[in-house]
């Protein structure tokens, strides 16, 4: 069974010339935007063998010198495929560790019992798994006092220096251009110190450590001390980074995005997937760094941008726009700027549906949706109890409205969004309803109602929920869904709760897919049987429950496409994006426009989600709530077709297809 099949989605083909040049002039030639020399990998595999050869070989060389060699490691998750592959090197080829010395790159603080520890994670993950002399193994200590923090710094770098300086750095990147846990702000000449996390790395970190009540602080190598390895790798995987990727290796070094500092450094690598090298130039633009390969999709990016770049629409684009910007290839391809821009004027234009399961009885040549079969049975996966609503309200109430058959599958129970708060309200009104319409007289309700708010009061941050209280807010979802889905005129029946088991752990961190959450969404999909899936395709999604949902979804459908399933022959799976970010318009092929009372009435569907209106969990700095963020996507999709002189609505919501492979 495969079970992650989200990671080989490729939305675009980018030709290999673009990031495996054959030669040293054609590599200066892509690369010429570049400040770091970054290299960009088909796979996370094939990347961290190529970082483990490295890692290895110098290893190697420094035993052969009978010399240490010396490596500060921090442990973020792009960290984990390179430790599982030096691990296994270590066990199935001999690898010795024996002469390496580790500095770790950072560790939080104060540390306290169960509140995370970088030191444990990289000791888990790597150290205990290794031949590592433990004598050689250096950390900061999270516990110290805080008049001993800065003597204890001063060592720190002072053990560094007994050991001849750091050899190599392996380190990944944050959301906001972290490296080690330097925040935007960080100086060049920085060195070991304490530093006070923002909101952003705080629960970018508890995402990684599965851990929900981190310590506000870290104490961190500086950028001083990184710069000072005599060689450092970034490495990171994924669509999520590609943008901080792009910040930190072609923009100009600021002290707002630590990773710049990078450039600074005579030996640095930045090693990247190709979807985290989305965002490079010669990735996303390559049309002005090189000759282009074109395809529709590279073409109808190429015109976007330009319209963007000089605030034109599409059809008033001229011969000579072309010509100054890069693209005079696309005139020799197609003899004018007319055709060109008659071409994606026309493609754009039939991607803009308001029949999202089809228009019966028209002409569905150039429509998104094919016209037949009529109705359509639907299913709406949705990872959490909102996603539905807050990803594609406007497009579900399209779809119940014009006649088919649609079922909403929430995947998840959602219940660590809820807040101990709405838990409490819940209690007092239960209990309130058994002391009006029952005297007080059931033993249940009230030994319950007396053991949760005895629970709830000495409750401390971080602490778990009971098995109870979990059940409780998982309730108070299911009625907010129960509520939207009424709604929207989707019958209960039609309303399923998968509760997938991966997630129910109770904490941030969730269990791995697992068979039986395949199983669950397969036994959906074999009773329904379904002409559209509609599936989340958030493959950045900040706290990961979506992906793996999508995955789970994606593995059910590769289980039916192999057994030779009749229904899946003539079933459509569209992805859809939530409050985060919008499919890029090169890629979007169905847009279904929103007016302003269905987008009104889709905000009216979010806030029956009442639990998640005070505030919006993971989502940074942005304190915009779901709500305004899915209006705001919508708006400017809109706003984008309307500048490219397409129709203008007052929003849209995207999709791409997914066809299974």
């Known amino acids: 069974m495969r079970t992650n099949l989200s990671s080989q989605i490729s939305l675009n083909h980018v030709s290999p010339r673009y990031y495996k040049p054959e030669n040293a002039v054609e590599r200066s030639v892509l690369t010429r935007l570049e400040k770091i020399p970054t290299d960009i990998f088909e796979t996370i595999e094939e990347g961290v063998k190529h970082i483990a050869d490295e890692v290895a070989a110098k290893i190697q060389e420094r035993q052969r010198e009978g010399k240490f060699c010396t490596l500060a490691i921090g442990t973020g998750t792009s960290l984990r495929p390179l430790f599982t592959e030096l691990v296994r090197r270590h066990k199935d080829e001999g690898l010795s560790f024996r002469n390496v010395v580790v500095f770790n790159l950072y560790e939080f603080y104060p540390l306290t019992e169960g509140n995370g520890s970088t030191f444990g994670q990289l000791n888990s993950l790597f150290l205990s798994q290794t031949d590592i002399d433990r004598q050689n193994v250096f950390t900061i200590d999270g516990s110290i006092p805080q008049n001993a923090i800065s003597e204890h710094c001063r060592l720190y770098e002072q053990r560094i220096q007994t050991f001849g300086g750091i050899d190599i ?26 530093i006070l996390l923002d909101a952003t790395s705080r629960s970018e970190a508890a995402r990684n450590w599965g851990v929900d009540n981190l310590p506000p602080c870290s104490i961190t190598m500086g950028v001083q001390t990184i710069l000072s390895a005599r060689k450092i790798y970034l490495l990171t995987w994924g669509e999520d ?49 090189t000759s282009c390969e074109w395809n529709d999709k590279l073409i109808r990016s190429a015109i976007v941008w330009l319209c963007t770049l000089l605030n034109k629409p599409i059809l008033k684009l001229t011969n000579k726009d072309y010509n100054e910007n890069g693209l005079s290839e696309l005139l020799a391809l197609y003899g004018s700027a007319y055709n060109v821009n008659i071409k994606v004027f026309n493609d754009l234009q039939h991607t803009i549906t308001g029949w999202p399961g089809g228009k019966p009885n028209a002409d569905d040549t150039y429509r998104p949706e094919r016209a037949k079969p009529f109705p359509k049975r639907v299913v709406v996966f949705s990872p959490h109890p909102d996603d539905d609503v807050i990803s594609m309200g406007g497009t579900l109430r399209r779809l119940v409205q014009q006649g088919h058959e649609v079922h909403v599958a929430y995947e998840t129970s959602g219940n660590i969004a809820v807040g101990d708060e709405e838990v409490t309200r819940f209690m007092h009104f239960i ?11 059931n033993e249940t309700i009230c030994n319950k109602y007396a053991e949760i708010k005895q629970f709830l009061a000495a409750k401390k941050e971080g602490d778990m929920d009971t098995r109870d209280i979990l059940t409780i807010k998982g309730l108070i979802r299911r009625g907010e869904a129960r509520t939207a889905c009424t709604f929207n005129n989707i019958p209960l029946s039609r309303c399923h709760f998968l509760d997938l088991p991966f997630y129910e752990t109770g904490k941030i961190e969730k269990n791995p897919i697992s068979e039986a959450d395949v199983e669950i969404v397969l036994n959906l999909l074999r009773e329904v049987k379904p002409h559209q899936i509609y599936v989340a395709g958030d493959l950045a999604d900040p706290h990961g429950t979506h992906r793996v949902c999508t995955d789970a979804v994606f593995a059910a459908i590769d289980e039916e496409k192999n057994a030779g399933a009749e229904w899946l022959k003539d079933c459509r799976i569209w992805m859809y994006r939530g409050a985060w970010a919008e499919w890029e318009i090169e890629n979007i092929e169905m847009a279904v426009p929103l007016s302003p009372e269905e987008l009104r009435a889709k905000r009216n569907s979010i806030l029956k989600h009442q639990s998640q209106m005070e505030s919006a969990p993971f989502l940074g700095n942005d304190e915009r709530l779901f709500w ?34």
């Open 431 to 441: 209990n309130g309803f058994n002391q009006l319409f029952d005297n007080g007289q």
């Open 241 to 289: 980074k590609a943008d901080i990727i792009q910040k930190a290796v072609e923009e100009n070094v600021n002290d707002t995005l630590p990773a710049s500092f990078l450039q600074l450094h005579n030996n640095v690598n930045v090693c990247i997937d190709l979807a985290a090298a989305s965002h490079l130039t010669r990735i996303q633009r390559p049309w002005l760094v």
């Open 628 to 661: 305004q963020r899915s209006e705001d996507r919508n708006r400017g999709t809109a706003t984008l077709y309307d500048h490219l002189g397409l129709a203008s609505y007052e929003a849209m919501e995207a999709f791409v297809e997914y066809k299974p492979i």
């Open 169 to 194: 750095v392996l380190m990944g990147i944050g959301r906001e251009g972290n490296i080690g846990m330097n925040e935007p702000g960080s100086h060049a000449s920085s060195p070991t110190r304490l």
